[in-house]
């Protein structure tokens, strides 16, 4: 079975799936991919380049994060232009790890997904799992965690799709406004309720 973990900014997601890696079972990350996919020689860095320019490559040969962040951070075509080179791409790599370890004889697999629902990726999983904090705890954590004021961590919350939203869509809840063994009780009983441990 194919699951995917997602959750709102600063509801612990990451918390979350070191507790299910804890259970050998293995995670494909997709913000760890999305780095991978523009590092120097791979082609969704090359279409950047060849979109927003060669100002986008950074000393080391990889992408300038901050540069290009500042073009597409007011411009939605630009950032649609992004999405559009580099979805498909860590897309791709996401399924490639996911059939290597299918192919190791892994039954089960994670895909951490934060923008899941958002990106539309649900249909690449068989159940998705929702690290859920209530709207006050994940305003009070943004703000603690990236040092941001309360409208700063209000936009960049309200950019993603509402937590409560996300929480009818979810097959399972985890809700991490607890303490850490709430939260780790919450997700073996999750895992063995669908049977994969």
């Known amino acids: 079975m194919d699951i995917g973990l997602t959750g709102g900014i600063a509801s612990g997601k990451s918390t979350v799936a070191d ?12 913000d ?3 780095r991978e996919v523009v590092e120097p020689g791979e082609s969704a860095l090359e279409e950047i380049v060849q979109s927003f320019g060669s100002e986008m490559k950074a000393e080391d040969g990889g992408l300038d994060r901050k540069r290009l962040g500042s073009v597409i951070f007011n411009d939605e075509e630009k950032r649609k232009l992004l999405n ?4 498909p791409a860590i897309r791709k790599r996401m399924l490639e790890e996911v059939a290597l370890y299918k192919n190791q ?11 899941l629902y958002e990106s539309e990726l ?4 068989d159940r998705t799992l929702l690290v859920y904090v209530d709207p006050s705890t994940q305003l009070k954590r943004l703000m603690e965690r ?18 409560e939203k996300k ?10 406004t607890g303490t850490r063994t ?16």
Not at 122 to 125: P, S
Not at 182 to 197: C, F
């Open 182 to 197: 709430e939260s780790e009780e919450q997700v073996g009983h999750v895992l063995r309720k669908w049977e994969i441990i």
């Open 84 to 87: 559009s080179i580099l979805h």
């Open 19 to 30: 507790m299910i890696r804890n259970y050998n079972i293995p995670i494909v990350d997709a």
């Open 167 to 176: 929480k009818e869509l979810a097959d399972a809840v985890i809700d991490n």
């Open 32 to 34: 760890v991919i999305a």
């Open 105 to 115: 004889g892994e039954l089960h697999v994670v895909l951490d997904i934060p923008l």
């Open 146 to 163: 990236d040092g941001s004021t309360e409208q700063e961590a209000s936009e960049r919350i309200q950019s993603q799709m509402p937590i």
């Open 122 to 125: 649900n249909h690449l999983v």
